[in-house]
């Protein structure tokens, strides 16, 4: 069956780094487009960022764009997001998701296609 496991989630301070990994496994990945979705407390959830099948393309929610980096390793069946200058708001669990949308979609993909996520909290 699909698998996706989300792990690098952590504690970091306000202008840190941490690094998510996404295992996946169950469906061919390397045909697939990914998404990186989030949850904070108390809100509803919030597409991240996206990248396509090969990796060559990429696209980001503009709350992250310019910290945040996708990347993808077909080889491993292995997504990640290296996320950097971490602000108190980018306090959330985060999922990574398979792409059921087009291209251009920031719609965040029903939860039957998340993983179990990783918690990131941004604290001083």
């Known amino acids: 069956q699909v698998q996706l496991v989300e792990s690098g989630g952590g504690l970091a301070q306000p202008g840190g780094s941490l690094r998510l990994s996404c295992a996946a496994s169950g469906f061919a990945f390397n045909i697939h487009d990914m998404n990186w979705v989030r949850q904070a407390p108390g809100k509803g959830p919030e597409w991240v960022s996206r990248?396509?099948?090969?990796?060559?393309?990429?696209r980001y929610a503009d709350s992250v764009k310019g910290r945040f980096t996708v990347s993808r390793d077909n080889a491993k069946n292995t997504l990640y997001l290296q996320m950097n200058s971490l602000k108190f708001e980018d306090t959330a669990l985060y999922y990574c998701?398979?792409?059921?949308?087009?291209?251009?979609?920031?719609?965040?993909?029903?939860?039957?296609?998340w993983g179990q996520g990783t918690q990131v909290t941004v604290s001083s």
């Open positions: 998701t398979r792409n059921p949308y087009p291209w251009t979609s920031s719609a965040v993909p029903p939860r039957g296609f």
């Open positions: 990248i396509n099948s090969s990796g060559s393309s990429t």
